[in-house]
């Protein structure tokens, strides 16, 4: 089972399991990730504010900006595990520990903190199931 461990700082979103964005053809697969642990240490001396979601960019809807650097519009999916969930100093929490979550593989995990001097350790195990949709052929009717 892979996992993935980050000692995170700041507010930037951090990127744990990297999804591939949903597109024309993310109907034709099944690959999915289970997290079936997401662990956030709070390494500061005072309260930390995590957050834990799924995101996706809609690369179907987005529209690229005219000198190519970033987009004019970006349609972004997210769903929260966890919103401002506030740490006290030297607390963890699991937050698939009773619950592994299967998600399909558009979209990443991402973790963040609300304030610029807060950090936070963050390990994360999961599995992969890589399948795609076999339909069938004219033979098999």
């Known amino acids: 089972m892979p ?15 990297t999804g591939t964005g949903i597109t024309q053809n993310s109907g034709s697969s099944n690959s999915t990730f289970t997290a079936t642990c997401c662990l956030v240490v709070n390494t500061h001396t005072t309260d930390v ?14 529209i690229p900006s005219a000198d190519g650097e ?22 963890s ?20 903190l609300a304030g610029a001097s807060e950090s936070a350790d963050v390990s994360v195990k999961y599995e992969s199931k890589n399948s ?7 033979n098999q009717y």
């Open 93 to 112: 929490i699991d937050v698939f520990q009773y619950s592994p979550h299967t998600f399909s593989q558009e979209y990443s995990l991402k973790v963040s």
């Open 70 to 91: 970033g987009y004019l519009f970006q349609d972004i999916n997210t769903h929260y595990f966890a919103y401002s969930l506030v740490l006290p100093a030297g607390v």
């Open 49 to 62: 504010t995590v957050n834990v979601y799924l995101e996706a960019a809609n690369l179907i809807t987005q």
């Open 3 to 17: 996992s993935v461990y980050k000692s995170i700082s700041g507010t930037d979103p951090v990127t744990m399991i």
């Open 132 to 138: 795609t949709n076999q339909g069938r052929t004219v």
